[in-house]
């Protein structure tokens, strides 16, 4: 059965030290920094949640311990979560789906947003190509990219929506503009300077790399990333794999 629960990050410390003697299976919780020869600095962000339904759960979010497994335990929404169409499957919303980088600069942006009094909710993180391909059946409207041709295929894009008085607020455009200049200044791409289709909650980035680069199994290359992510290689090959095992399980999930 799929886990849906909601992973406090004393709880995945608790259970880091408790088992860490595990076999590393794919679902088990596995650290390679136990094998780094230094640890890295530990910058630590505080992000309340907000309200339960909409499934944003990450109270307290450790960038130095948050990369150990727990993928199965991703937090999901399901079609019409945030007052809209988006299909029949559903759609991952934990930050831990994406790539180490561009999730550190998306707490960054709802630290950023949450000083200036705006509240944000996580849409969707990471996406699996069949999740990509039913937006493009959906119509222009939604995507004009295919499977595999979208930046959430690869962990670094994110869609977010502001939060006013416990409801999505899709349509103020002067609240998504702060909201994308803030993003724009952590470098990130913001949706809302396109026109086709026009996409404000939507936020990525690359590093400099195009979507044929990252359909060929390139990722971004990280300056100083021994001493910032000293398991990043690690945690993308896990990331991959649990990108896999993702997709496998959102198909019996959407049949339901
Ligand atoms: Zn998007």
């Given at each position: 059965?799929?886990?849906?629960?909601?992973?406090?990050?004393?709880?995945?410390?608790?259970l880091v030290s408790?088992?860490?003697?595990?076999?590393?299976?794919l679902f088990s919780p596995y650290d390679c920094r136990e094998h780094a020869e230094t640890a890295p600095a530990i910058e630590q962000f505080t992000v309340e949640a907000v309200p339960d339904e909409f499934n944003f759960s990450l109270e307290?979010?450790?960038?130095?311990?948050?990369?150990v497994s727990g993928w199965k335990t991703w937090n999901y929404v399901e079609n019409y979560a945030f007052g809209k169409d988006r299909g029949a499957m559903?759609?991952?919303?934990?930050?831990?789906?994406?790539?180490?980088?561009?999730?550190?600069?998306?707490?960054?942006?709802?630290e950023s947003c949450r000083l200036k009094g705006i509240?944000?909710?996580?849409?969707?993180?990471?996406?699996?190509?069949?999740?990509?391909?039913?937006?493009?059946?959906?119509?222009?409207h939604y995507t004009s990219s295919g499977a595999g041709k979208s930046k959430h295929q690869?962990?670094?894009?994110?869609?977010?929506?502001?939060?006013?008085?416990?409801?999505?607020?899709?349509?103020?455009?002067?609240?998504?503009?702060?909201?994308?200049?803030?993003g724009e200044k952590l470098g990130m791409r913001w949706g809302g300077r396109w026109k086709k289709p026009y996409d404000p909650g939507h936020f990525e980035w690359t590093g400099g790399l195009t979507t044929a680069n990252l359909y060929q199994g390139m990722f971004p290359a990280i300056p100083n990333a021994d001493d910032l992510y000293p398991c990043l290689t690690e945690d993308l090959k896990i990331l991959r794999k649990y990108w896999n095992e993702w997709e496998v399980e959102q198909s019996s999930i959407s049949r339901k």
């Open positions: 059965m799929w886990l849906k629960s909601i992973v406090s990050l004393s709880g995945m410390l608790l408790t088992v860490s003697v595990a076999q590393h299976s307290e979010f450790d960038i130095a311990t948050d990369t559903p759609m991952i919303t934990d930050l831990h789906a994406l790539h180490p980088i561009f999730r550190d600069r998306i707490v960054a942006l709802i509240e944000l909710a996580i849409v969707e993180t990471y996406r699996t190509p069949a999740k990509q391909h039913e937006y493009k059946t959906m119509g222009k690869y962990g670094l894009a994110i869609d977010i929506v502001p939060i006013i008085k416990n409801a999505a607020v899709w349509d103020n455009t002067a609240l998504w503009r702060k909201i994308g200049t803030a």
